[in-house]
């Protein structure tokens, strides 16, 4: 069964702090991606990567910075947390191609104080 | 880059009537068109997609057309059920996903 797993579920940091967002999927997906959600805005896509050690700016990818050691982890970095980046953050994963179906994982709720 | 609009934003239908949701897009270079269903607590998940070679598409009680020449899209639900109540997202795809900003459903018994 396909699974996208975030290391957590909720998450409350302060104003400053360097927020690690971290991510796994166990599917062999080439592609991973990091979205915001907020209400009214829909999923707005942050980071996404291609291959292990490569990275591309989504839509909003300030504030933001990426990781992908591995294959199967991806982890999204906040160097100092706001509180404009309180946010519900979905990762996701699909294999090759930009046609391919993204998979979810449940999303890690921050707050930002 | 791709602007996705959808509506509405809230639905609410009798259990057994039809649902419809609508969404247009800007870059006709898109070809991909995902419907993602979202339930309380987790994240989206693919219910039917369409590709721009394609008219209509139909999975049971799902069913979603497209129209390139208008650059909008539909997704249509038919004899809805209390599951079928969570949030939808369209998508629209040139080399990346671009999202509506989604439609709560909610069937009432």
């Known amino acids: 069964d396909v699974k996208v797993t975030q290391s957590s579920r909720y998450l409350v940091k302060r104003t400053g702090e360097k927020v690690f967002l971290e991510c796994v999927q166990d599917?062999?997906?080439?592609?991973m991606f990091w979205y915001r959600q907020d209400p009214g805005l829909g999923l707005r896509l942050i980071y996404f990567?291609?291959?292990?050690?490569?990275?591309e700016k989504g839509d909003i990818p300030e504030g933001y910075s990426v990781s992908r050691e591995k294959k199967e982890r991806f982890s999204l970095i906040l160097e100092s947390a706001s509180t404009n980046q309180t946010s519900m953050y979905l990762c996701?994963?699909?294999?090759?191609?930009?046609?391919?179906?993204?998979?979810f994982g449940p999303g890690t709720r921050l707050t930002v104080l | 880059g791709e602007n996705v609009e959808q509506h509405p934003s809230t639905l609410s239908v009798q259990e057994g009537d039809s649902a419809v949701i609508k969404c247009t897009y800007s870059?006709?270079?898109?070809?991909?068109f995902p419907w993602y269903k979202q339930e309380l607590g987790k994240g989206p998940q693919l219910i039917i997609d369409?590709?721009?070679?394609?008219g209509e598409k139909k999975d049971q009680r799902i069913a979603v057309t497209l129209n390139k020449t208008a650059k909008h899209f539909s997704l249509h639900i038919t004899e809805t059920q209390p599951e079928d109540s969570a949030v939808y997202f369209c998508?629209?795809?040139?080399?990346?996903?671009?999202f509506g900003a989604g439609t709560t459903v909610t069937v009432r018994a």
């Open positions: 996701a994963s699909s294999d090759r191609g930009n046609t391919d179906t993204q998979y």
């Open positions: 990567s291609y291959d292990v050690k490569m990275k």
């Open positions: 599917m062999d997906h080439e592609n």
């Open positions: 870059d006709s270079a898109s070809n991909y």
């Open positions: 998508a629209a795809s040139d080399y990346k996903l671009s």
């Open positions: 369409i590709r721009s070679n394609v």
